[in-house]
């Protein structure tokens, strides 16, 4: 199974996503995480994204979807990906339906974490208090503030876009962790018993 984790930045997506690939064996794919890595290697793809990402903008779709492509015709990726922080534009989900087209493969399933702003805000706050200081330097409020208004600007449409295709259900992600990952895997088994005839499960 191929699905998304969809949502505003911080609010949950990459921790349900691990814990959907311990738990099913699907491959987690975060741009953010794989970005990252790429600027603390000091990489020349690291060095074109750190000042864009730092500003909370979004990185050019030719870098991402480069990226992702390669990274899922890796053999762990068999059983299927969690698409995590990916796409994040309609452009990006039309390359990502293309891309995966090629393969004989589609997105099976996208799971909006709805949260509010203001609880994205004020989570980054408690961090920043318990860690006694930033410990990264795109984690602030007002970094997050702006990574927001692009997140409703430009992805938020992608919403639409997911729903006309009938593939999009949304869970309260401002729940605690364990309600919401019950949330998802309740949403997850729905889709397998609907989708289990075309063998993409």
Request: proline content about 4%; some cysteine; aromatic content about 4%.
């Amino acid at each position: 199974m191929n699905l998304v984790i969809f949502g505003p930045p911080g609010s949950g997506k990459g921790t349900q996503a691990k814990l959907l690939q311990e738990k099913n064996g699907w491959v987690q794919l975060s741009t953010g995480d794989m970005l990252r890595a790429a600027i603390a290697a000091g990489t020349e793809l690291g060095k074109r994204c750190q000042a864009v990402m730092a500003a909370g903008n979004l990185v050019s779709d030719d870098i991402v979807i480069g990226i992702i492509g390669e990274r899922y015709d890796q053999p762990d990726c068999a059983k299927g990906a969690i698409f995590d922080g990916f796409p994040r534009t309609i452009p990006q989900a039309e390359a990502l339906d293309g891309m995966l087209k090629q393969r004989d493969k589609k997105i099976d399933l996208v799971i909006e974490l709805k949260v509010a702003d203001e609880v994205l805000i004020e989570r980054v706050k408690a961090r920043i208090a318990q860690s006694g200081g930033v410990a990264r330097a795109d984690d602030n409020p007002e970094t997050l503030a702006n990574r927001l208004k692009v997140y409703h600007q430009n992805t938020a449409p992608l919403l639409e876009y997911y729903k006309k295709q009938g593939k999009l259900v949304t869970v309260d992600g401002m729940l605690p962790i364990v309600e919401v990952t019950k949330a998802i895997d309740d949403v997850i088994e729905k889709a397998g018993h609907k989708g289990c005839c075309c063998g993409c499960g």
